[in-house]
């Protein structure tokens, strides 16, 4: 039996949508082990969680999105990798340590974020590419992974993590922009 | 026969598989016709757009996956064929060729003894009442089936409505069968 060709339209836009959420859930949920390994590190799971979560939520937007959201997807996890595993290797390692109690944990954080920020100013398009669009999801993309790992020691290890990232990716872009 | 151009659905596809929503409508209206024409080369006509509907629905549903190193006339064409060996074996399974029509006429012994053709009365005569006892879109349903024709509904929905009246004859048939 014909279908009228709008119908069949409608239902084939319906299919590639559906097909390229399944696509990009099924490629964020990758991300999943490291998640559950930070929460099992950590002495207080509910903000590990919730950044986790912004995590894959974020991963999974991108990839759904396509295009110029998609292309900051790599870069940014590449980026955040860093900052994620370097204090969950110190909690392995066995170096328990709360926020505000010693002088390891910021630093850590800062110079994790910092690794990641050179990477992320390496890998990630440049600014003026899609209008910044790349950059931006690297970033925030970037951000979240290291939240992961750095919300371990509180809010003090984020912030650490933040300035760090900022600090290791604006001269990279900027020596970029200008060539 | 019209044919789609390859570097056209090469770009289309690779801008589909990017996330470029732009790219669905060129790609629908060139892909429709195509995957319909394919399709109905292997296929009866009552099949074929079936056919082509699930292939092309597929193919957008699998356009994320798409590798722009692959050709994609050619990942497109795996597609519909594998729907239509589908719909092939469905129909070898499902035995829709109606028998021919003297094919019970022809297993009839030429000369019947009188015993024999009491028989053929009566089983005749049962199918008839069975027939009867049926609803009315049911008796016409088996009519249609063993005409070889088909309602003016989707393949699919005929299919069902066949096997529910063959459920049905069988059950009175027993019913019929059991009287004494």
């Not at chain 1, 097909?19 to 390994?37: D, F, K, M, N």
């Not at chain 2, 470029?20 to 790609?27: I, V, Y």
């Not at chain 2, 009867?132 to 409505?161: I, M, N, Q």
């Amino acid at each position: 039996m014909s279908v009228p060709d709008g119908a069949l339209a409608r239902r084939a836009k319906r299919a590639y949508e559906a097909g390229r959420l399944e696509a990009a859930v099924g490629r964020s949920l990758l991300l999943l082990p490291i998640v559950a390994l930070a929460l099992f590190c950590c002495s207080d799971p509910a903000r590990i969680l919730i950044s986790g979560l912004c995590l894959l939520a974020a991963v999974t937007f991108c990839l759904w999105r396509g295009q110029a959201y998609g292309r900051g997807v790599r870069p940014g996890l590449l980026a955040g990798i860093v900052p994620l595993a370097i204090p969950l290797a110190a909690q392995a390692g066995g170096h328990l340590c709360d926020a505000g109690r010693c002088l390891l944990v910021p630093s850590v954080c800062i110079l994790a974020g910092a690794a990641g920020g050179v990477a992320l100013g390496l890998l990630a398009p440049r600014p003026r590419d899609a209008h910044g669009i790349p950059l931006v999801s690297a970033s925030l993309i970037a951000g979240l992974a290291g939240s992961v790992g750095c919300l371990l020691y509180g809010l003090i290890g984020l912030g650490g993590m933040v300035l760090g990232l900022l600090a290791g990716a604006a001269p990279v872009l900027a020596a970029r922009q200008v060539r | 026969m019209e044919r789609l151009p390859p570097p056209d659905l090469q770009r289309l596809m690779e801008r589909l598989a990017d996330g470029d929503r732009e790219a669905f409508r060129p790609l629908f209206e060139s892909l429709w016709p195509f995957l319909r024409r394919f399709t109905s080369r292997h296929l009866r006509p009552e099949e074929c757009e079936d056919a082509a509907q699930e292939a092309l629905l597929k193919i957008f549903r699998r356009a994320a996956e798409f590798e722009p190193s692959r050709p994609a006339l050619a990942w497109a064409l795996g597609i519909a064929a594998f729907e239509i060996r589908t719909a092939r074996r469905r129909r070898q399974r499902r035995r829709e060729e109606p028998p021919p029509e003297d094919a019970f006429e022809s297993q009839r012994h030429p000369d019947p003894t009188p015993e024999e053709a009491a028989l053929t009365r009566d089983l005749e005569a049962m199918l008839r009442e069975a027939l009867g006892a049926l609803r009315p879109e049911d008796a016409e349903t088996l009519r249609l089936f063993a005409r070889g024709e088909r309602a003016a509904v989707a393949a699919a929905t005929f299919r069902k409505r066949v096997e529910r009246a063959l459920r049905r004859l069988r059950a009175v048939w027993r019913t019929t069968d059991e009287r004494p």
